[in-house]
């Protein structure tokens, strides 16, 4: 694949559910599932950026493949809701850039 878009990720999982994953989970089924998703990608931030340390014999990680899982059942949850996530994206960012305009450039911590 090349570089998609979100509407194009967003048409290629409704499309990957309606033909091999024969239907979407429930919007509570997916909202657990997200959240055990994203419970993977903290479990290997905290062993590769925190301060604990893999288990012996721990199975090989590969952290771009849980984003990918977080992303994927994030697009399901779009999708089953009617949400647009270009549209969101983009009015999330502007709410974003208006209210932090000046509030992290001011932030002493951040210097």
Known sequence: MTDL??????ETVDEWIQTIGVRYYSELTNTAVLMEEVGEVARLMARLYGDQSFKKGAAPYDLADEMADVLFVLVCLANQTGIDLTAAFQKNMNKK????????????KLR
Do not use: V
Not at 5 to 10: A, P, V
């Open 97 to 108: 850039t208006g209210r932090d305009k000046e509030r992290h450039a001011n932030n002493p």
């Open 5 to 10: 878009t979100l509407k194009q990720i967003q």
